[in-house]
């Protein structure tokens, strides 16, 4: 029989659509700290970023879409250490968001 006052693991809820949207652009942005005048990797997380805004609109979610227009501007801007700082964070930000509403926090 398991103990009741084991300690309960932590297991990340299940991808869906939005959940690999967001973090296949955290990895995006990640990666920019390695390229970061990659103009390819910066187009593809503009597109990312438009259909996270989108998905979460249909779920009917209002904070996510703010934050998505926020990291557009920053991923249009020049390359530098502070731009990619705010893609990471903002992505972490949209991973946060998407595993609280999955875990039923929101």
């Not at 084991?6 to 390229?35: F, I, N």
């Not at 920053?74 to 968001?97: E, Y």
Request: charged residues 25%; aromatic residues 4%.
């Amino acid at each position: 029989m398991s103990d009741p006052n084991a300690p309960r693991r932590s297991h990340p809820p299940l991808l869906d659509g939005l959940g690999k949207l967001c973090t296949e652009g955290k990895q995006l942005a990640d990666y920019l700290w390695q390229v970061p005048k990659d103009e390819a990797a910066r187009h593809k997380i503009v597109a990312i970023l438009d259909q996270i805004a989108a998905e979460a609109t249909k779920q009917g979610r209002k904070e996510m879409p703010r934050i998505c227009d926020d990291l557009r501007t920053a991923a249009k801007a020049s390359p530098s250490p502070q731009q990619v700082d705010v893609l990471v964070s903002g992505f972490d930000r949209l991973v946060s968001l998407w595993q609280a509403a999955k875990s039923g926090l929101l």
